[in-house]
């Protein structure tokens, strides 16, 4: 049973608007969580990430939601360009720190269209 | 950032062989993983190690097998490769706070 689940495959937008990816987990001993963009072929990328004490956290043209009541998480990405066009994979940690084992969801590939 | 490289990047193999997948880090993290992924799937944690002449096993089960000699080094190893093998395997360190990710190996057994 899928305990980080992202329900969108893909998402399509334009140049310049914003990007809203999605994920929802179910294990309520997740306290940590991540977000990685992947190009095909290369490793996973660090974006951003939120420990379960916040609710918001924004770096860049990043933010990351949190609402823990929903089980739910979401990256905004604003203004989304051509270049963030990627797979984007959501992951939670149980212990806290984020540097014991992460579960992952299955990803949604993003497309930014020019 | 981690620097955390990975070699061969890609590597086809016939059955049987046995093979190691090669991961480094020049960060100093004690913490080391690795990943299996199938396309459009996600990330399967398959071993670990919290430091030198410490490995668990993952999640996902694995016929591979790890060492952790040095701080820098975590490889892997797959005794006689199969086509069920055939995967993409990345290897991640990290100190505290997020995981990082090296390039990857994509591996084809025949």
């Known amino acids: 049973d899928q305990q980080v689940k992202q329900n969108s495959p893909s998402l399509s937008v334009q140049e310049g608007r914003i990007s809203i990816l999605n994920c929802d987990y179910t294990?309520?001993?997740?306290?940590?969580f991540l977000w990685y963009k992947k190009y095909p072929a290369e490793g996973p990328t660090f974006l951003i990430s939120?420990?379960?004490?916040?609710d918001k956290n924004e770096d860049g043209r990043f933010t990351v939601f949190l609402n823990k009541s929903a089980k739910h998480l979401s990256l905004h990405i604003v203004p989304s360009q051509p270049g963030d066009s990627a797979v984007y994979f959501c992951?939670?940690?149980?212990?806290?720190?984020?540097?014991?084992?992460?579960?992952f969801g299955k990803g949604t590939k993003l497309t930014v269209n020019p | 950032e981690a620097d955390i490289y990975q070699t061969p990047r890609y590597l086809v193999i016939g059955t049987g062989k046995k093979i190691t997948l090669e991961c480094s880090q020049t960060?100093?993290?004690?913490?080391m993983y690795w990943y299996q992924q199938d396309p459009g799937m996600e990330l399967h944690l398959i071993h670990y190690?919290?430091?030198?002449?410490?490995?668990e096993k993952g999640d996902l089960s694995s016929e591979s097998t790890v060492s952790r000699i040095r701080t820098e080094h975590f490889p892997l190893t797959l005794e006689s490769a199969r086509p069920s093998h055939t995967s993409q395997y990345l290897c991640?360190?990290?100190?505290?706070?997020?995981?990082?990710f090296g390039p990857g190996t994509r591996l084809t057994v025949l």
């Open positions: 190690s919290y430091g030198v002449n410490s490995t």
């Open positions: 991640a360190s990290s100190v505290a706070g997020p995981q990082y």
């Open positions: 992951a939670a940690s149980g212990l806290g720190g984020g540097s014991e084992k992460l579960v």
């Open positions: 294990n309520s001993m997740f306290d940590y």
């Open positions: 960060m100093g993290h004690d913490k």
């Open positions: 939120i420990s379960s004490i916040k």
